[in-house]
């Protein structure tokens, strides 16, 4: 009982600290002018900070952080980057393709290949509860993909109305795994608003593209594709298998009747999969890592749910006080945490939403899609990614016409292979995690070439 009315108590202190905040229209006032440990003689400017959106109060507000390119090349244009939603895209900003990389907690160092070279990049912490954005009631976070992106359209042009120039800048929208359905979700939302003739010019955004990496889109494959995969990389034997068998059957049957993102049964599945890769007792148990296979020594039973490994200091960096002032997030005193399991949780136990897989077509009938694998990713696979394009009618044919890969050189190194068809671009990528710009910085040339950026600008 102490506990509890401490707890809301603790609310009661937080609700005051934003009762007076009124959220700027003024893009100046989410100028960020000095960042603790950024390194000297940065070329391009920051804003960041918080947009009352979704419920109209202070109570309900969405964390961005804005970083513009540093060089111009032949055009402007915007990359929207997404963390799964409930996790922080800031995750996203400092392990993968933003501009700096953490040393320690104190000090940040420029990264060579990040995506604002030529690019600016917009990170949106979503939906509320997600990193530093926040809500005080529960009832407002989100539970189902349709409203979240309705809920993400309003955070949009909310962002629009601050910052004009981007109005009619080619668009892109760019994240990773859970994210790659919210992201066709919006996309999908966002072309069937351009297309109403009553939609304001304003409010027509010139979305380009939309890149995904090992997303997921297909739940009737992707399951499916979890067994194959482990299987194949020797992650199942033994008595396990007989179990897991057991457990997959159910999953199949489930999925004959299923129209939704998750599968409980076919959840229990994956887990029973990741657990019989245990080895060893206690303290000293170790698994694979659910997100990189390369990792057979992930701590038991996390298997990867720690993972980035230097997460604990970027959540240290993130919730340094300077940090927080310098960003504008001084607004609550919360903590920021990577990914928040209630809003992870609540969204896929309650979503009865579609699977993206059902969006594509259309989305590929007006604009490029980028999907980029990481080969060793356990949960969005590239096995999985093969097969529900293999089974996806778009553009007058079924899956890829051409089956001819390109490889996919780096440094005169062969780091995968590509095809390209119809509005559909493909990579798969050698030697690395579900984090592909993490491992392999070099997508990046990757996105450049797709978004149409001139080749004087991107290496060969």
């Known amino acids: 009982m102490r506990t509890l009315k401490s707890l809301v108590l603790l609310a009661i202190v937080i609700v005051a600290t934003i009762t007076d905040i009124s959220f700027s229209q003024n893009a100046a006032n989410y100028l960020v002018t000095s960042l603790p440990g950024i ?21 309900s507000s969405i964390f961005f952080w804005l970083i513009r390119n540093q060089f111009t090349a032949d055009r402007q244009r915007l990359i929207i980057w997404l963390n799964d939603p409930g996790c922080s895209s800031l995750s996203g900003l400092f392990f993968e393709v933003g501009p700096w990389r953490l040393i320690d907690s104190q000090t940040l160092t ?13 990170f949106v912490d979503q939906p509320v509860g997600s990193g530093y954005s926040f809500t005080f009631d529960s009832n407002n976070y989100l539970r189902n993909f349709t409203t979240e992106s309705t809920g993400f359209l309003q955070f949009l042009d909310a962002f629009i109305t601050i910052f004009p120039e981007f109005t009619q800048e080619e ?25 109403q003739t009553s939609t304001p010019t304003n409010l027509r955004y010139n979305l380009q593209g939309i890149a995904i990496g090992n997303g997921w ?62 080895i060893g007792d206690g303290n000293n148990a170790t698994c694979v890592n659910k997100y990189d296979i390369r990792d057979r020594t992930s701590r038991f039973p996390a298997c990867g749910d720690d993972w980035p490994y230097s997460l604990p200091t970027l959540q240290t960096y993130l919730n340094r006080q300077d940090v927080i002032t310098a960003i504008h997030a001084n607004v609550t005193n919360l ?11 609540l969204l896929f136990n309650s979503d009865r939403s579609g699977p993206a897989f059902n969006l594509f077509p259309d989305i590929l009938r007006q604009i490029k899609v980028l999907l980029f694998d990481g080969d060793s990713d356990l949960i969005c696979n590239s096995n999985g990614t093969e097969s529900w394009i293999r089974r996806m009618t778009w553009n007058n044919a079924t899956g890829f016409q051409n089956q001819t890969t390109t490889p996919w050189i ?24 579900r984090m592909v710009p993490a491992d392999q910085p070099r997508i ?17």
């Open 110 to 122: 420029s990264a060579n290949e990040s995506w604002n070279q030529y690019a600016n990049l917009l």
């Open 335 to 345: 903590t920021w945490i990577g990914c928040n399991a209630a809003v992870t949780r």
């Open 410 to 433: 780096v440094n005169n190194v062969i780091s995968g292979r590509m095809i390209s068809e119809r509005n559909l671009t493909y990579v798969i990528v050698y030697n690395s995690s």
């Open 171 to 195: 668009m892109y929208i760019a994240g990773e795994n859970y994210a790659g359905t919210l992201i066709s979700y919006v996309a999908s939302a966002i072309l069937a608003r351009n297309n």
């Open 444 to 460: 990046r040339d990757v996105m450049y070439r797709f978004m149409g950026l001139n080749q004087n600008f991107v290496p060969s």
């Open 217 to 278: 889109i297909d739940p009737r494959t992707q399951y499916t594709a979890q067994y194959t995969y482990a299987l194949s990389n020797n992650l199942i034997s033994g008595i396990y298998k007989t179990l897991i068998d057991s457990q997959l059957a159910l999953c199949l049957e489930a999925l004959r009747n299923s129209t939704t993102v998750r599968v409980d049964s076919c959840e229990q599945t994956f887990g029973l999969i990741v657990n019989s890769t245990e």
């Open 39 to 59: 390194p000297q003689n940065v070329n391009y400017s920051t804003y960041a900070g918080y947009i009352n959106t979704l419920f109209g109060t202070a109570n």
